[in-house]
């Protein structure tokens, strides 16, 4: 294998993914796609050497396989339902989960409709009669679909772009000439349109003939349709499950049937698949009322190889091409516009976390718990929904890439997790700047406070770089041109600087004297370090970010300083009597300082403040 086929990125495909799709994602991927079923002892031994796992319904992602996963970043599900997945565990490792709503649709929704006309006219005992000799047509009275009511309880995608799919459903059955009424907390502002909605579910249920549940398997929809709910529907009513087993309380279900209340129902979903013998499920499925199928709403051609693609699209443009996901089922959805605006300015933050872990490792090692992180969003920042990524990035920077659980990498995903699990507080800032200001106004400002008295500050933006700018003109609005190069330090405490966090850095505070700069270049060339570049900056007395009108993100207390207050654009020596002729130094070295060099030179050459930074 040559080396750049090691460097390719893995993916575990486990089920029944259709091949083109797979074949094509092995254009971008090293792709595995067994033929058979694996046990899980075989998957646990097989997924630590791949970056994601492409699943269906009949894989377990449990949290110990997740576990094992110690290079997981991503676990795709080709389909809509997660319950095969441990979410919560894939979240604490800062694993990102999404979903394919969107290819079977159409196949989940006509299985609806067919499982209902097949419920009415009871075709599924017309054809057992039939085939065992039978010709009994009065037995088999059912009931028209035109002019019943449908009741569709569903739990839309709300903003997303993807359209309900019981919204399909709805559209279905009214060409059969039925009324449609809905029950969905989250639904979506277009489906409101379209259907007749309730926002009580005990009003909805006595007026349905056909009651339809498509929502996923958590915590809120567990047995959302219990022996209560059951109750409150007409008699003789009919109802149908072809989303997830567990939505209905198969108990309180078979007790209606039984004693009559229910004239039907149509399950293509169960508690256990396949259901046990002794199982309710087994009992329903036995029924003489139930029509029953083993899961297949999503299983027609058309869908598997929609599905199949659009999922294996989804893990090259997250893995590969480092898109947002569509569809993320545990992580905030950007869009790409906002995405890529934003995408600089989280390198920026990571930097700025990284700057104050070096420049404060004992605080970030033992006293997290004392010090309050303020990060203020300026410009075209101040105006996103979704900060997450910009604080993800900070959280990096300040504990480490690999400071989640067992070491794994901190995320979108987890990063509020791992913060709040090492007592890291941050207060997130957005800052309104008003109409008119230059494209350097998008920032991102830290101010880091150990006490009331101790304060620093990180000011930073991203500057347009010779690439970034090409082909450029005066009339183009820069944040069209999107730059990864050049994340910079523009303010650093008290002085205005021009600091690209990049290589290796040595900082020396110092009072403007004559030949201090050759003094420091001479120890460091006896300690065989060689100075690349040296640039110095001055302080800034009347600097001042804190003119804009400031909409606080978080959570936390406002007893947290005022972020408004003039004396945060200062250190604790503000009262220093060297204000305005302390010099700043930065040095650019060929190889990585040693802490020992930046003490020696407070300790025995007397500058106020040394230390050394890499990145």
Sequence with gaps: MSSSQRKRQQVLVLGDIHES????????MTTVHPSTVLAEHELLRLVPDFDALIVRSDTKVTGALLQAGRKLKVVARAGVGVDNIDVQEATRLGILVVNEPAGNVAAAAEH??????????????????VKSGGWHRSRFEGVQIRGKVLGIVGFGKGKSLVVPWYSLVAQLAKGLGMRVIAYDPYVATHAAKEIERFDDLTMLLPQVDFLTIHAPLNESTQGIIGARELAKMKPGSRILNVSRGGTIDEDALLASLESGHLAGAALDVFCNEPPRADSTSAKLIAHMHVVATPHIGAITAEALETTSWLICQEVIDILVKGMPARNSVNATRSSIEEHDMIEPFVRLAEQMGMWYAQRFPRSVCRNMATTTFELRYRGCLGTIDNTKPLFAGFIKGLLGPRSGPHGRPV?????????????VVVREVLNCVPDGQTWHTDSVTLVARSSPTA?????????????????????MDKRQVPCHCCPTIVCLDRFKTQIVPDGNLLLCEYEDEPAMIEMVEDFLSDM?????????????????LHQEMEIDKSDEDDSVLDPTDQDESTDSEDDTPFLGQMKLMVMKTDCEVPARVAELLTVVHGLPDAYVLRF
């Design 21 to 28: 799709a797979v074949q094509y994602l092995g254009e971008f």
């Design 112 to 129: 609806t409709i067919a499982l209902m006309m097949t419920l009415a006219r009871q075709i599924h005992v017309a054809n057992n009669h």
């Design 411 to 423: 995320s979108v995903v987890n990063a509020d997790i791992v913060a709040r699990e090492r007592g």
């Design 455 to 475: 304060s620093t500050r990180i000011h930073g933006v991203v500057e347009p770089c010779d690439n970034c700018t090409e082909g450029f003109t005066p009339d």
């Design 528 to 544: 065989k370090i060689k100075v690349n570049e040296t640039t110095v900056y001055s302080v800034c007395p009347d600097l001042n």
